[in-house]
């Protein structure tokens, strides 16, 4: 039975909310030890609670049953190994263990094993970028509890990633033709514009994009400490964005803004900036940017060791040449010392052969 909070609260009792939005109740008698209640507010068993933490009764912690999945899970996210993931990863897995949790936190590990997996994956099937990030998530927490030996194997070896559609090329590279249409539709000046070329001219992907502001910026120079990977990546500020910047009313710690002046997060940046690509009559995306500007670069002559420098990526990672898959070919090939003459004087002998 939920009882109606009493009016007004009793004393000693603390309302809280959690980084993750979650409501918590505490009950702190002076500067004493805060102790927390476990039942949820207003049910008996949650004054029961505040009565004996009152009384200084020890209040019976409450947490996920020794050998369940959702202790796995509250052991993993507290590890080392879960300290070094990027930022981004940590939030998106953790969305994903709360969902696992919500139908299977209760179920011992015993249960999980290969079978259970692939079936886990095939439910998400319709979104194979989704099932496959269940998938990573399931791989980082057993790989996790095997070195552990919370579990005896590793339920997730051997079972394959979907494949989705254009994965072979990953998101869409802006051609020269979008790229043109876009800049038609926003002119200097426009926040649209800013974004756009804040992309194009760093490569900086959308999370480190939102976050981009002057405090990175030194004699023409920017730096900033990347979101995915936590390098450090530094470049020039190329002539077109320092025109675009100087040309648009922005933010101090963040170029990009909202029509409020405040800061994007790099989701509603996204959603934002993926309306205003549609706006333009364009199917591009803010990662699809940063694909053209890699692709830019190596057309002018960028090595691989100077794109890994340029958009931060390992070394021997050879990220590099997936991201210039879309270079123009027959303009490398033009430039490759392979041809007895001059271009010129090789297309008047076809005309002679006419």
């Not at 879960?82 to 939030?91: I, N, Q």
């Not at 005896?152 to 802006?174: M, Q, R, Y």
């Not at 210039?324 to 090789?346: C, G, K, M």
Request: glycine fraction near 10%.
């Amino acid at each position: 039975m939920t009882l109606d909070m009493p009016r007004p609260r009793p004393p000693h009792l603390v309302r809280e909310k959690t980084r993750h939005g979650r409501v918590v109740w505490y009950v702190r008698q002076g500067q004493g030890k805060r102790v927390r209640m476990n039942e949820p507010y207003g049910t008996e068993a949650f004054w029961r609670d505040y009565r004996w933490a009152l009384e200084g009764t020890p209040v019976e912690p409450k947490g996920p049953v020794t050998g369940s999945l959702s202790w796995l899970i509250a052991r993993y996210v507290v590890s080392a190994e879960w300290s070094d993931l990027g930022a981004a990863t940590r939030k998106q897995r953790h969305t994903i263990y709360r969902a696992i949790e919500e139908t299977a936190g209760t179920e011992s590990l015993t249960i999980f094993d290969r079978r259970a997996i692939l079936a886990g994956r095939d439910r998400r099937r319709e979104k194979p970028h989704a099932a496959n990030d269940f998938l990573k998530a399931m791989r980082g927490l057993f790989g996790w509890a095997t070195d552990r030996e919370y579990v005896k194997t590793n339920p997730t070896i051997g079972v394959k990633l979907l494949t989705g559609e254009n994965d072979a090329i990953g998101f869409h590279s802006w051609t020269e033709e979008e790229l043109e249409r876009f800049e038609a539709q926003w002119p200097l000046g426009t926040r649209q514009r800013l974004a756009f070329d804040l992309l194009l001219y760093t490569g900086l992907r959308r999370g480190d994009a939102v976050k981009l502001g002057r405090q990175h910026v030194r004699n023409g120079e920017l730096s900033i400490r990347t979101e995915k990977t936590g390098a450090v990546v530094t470049r020039p500020i190329l002539p077109p964005l320092a025109e675009s910047i100087a040309a648009t009313p922005t933010g101090d710690l963040a170029f990009i803004v909202s029509e409020h002046g405040r800061p994007f997060t790099k989701e509603s940046f996204g959603n934002w900036f993926g309306k205003m690509c549609r706006d333009a009559g364009v199917p591009g995306s803010a990662h699809g940017l940063r694909k053209a500007g890699a692709r830019r670069a190596a057309e002018a002559g960028a090595t691989e060791a100077q794109l890994n420098a340029l958009y931060g990526w390992t070394p021997g990672s050879r990220e590099s040449a997936v991201y210039t898959r879309t270079v123009n070919n027959a303009h490398l090939a033009r430039q490759a010392p392979i041809y007895p003459a001059p271009v010129a004087q090789v297309r008047d002998v076809f005309q002679k052969i006419k």
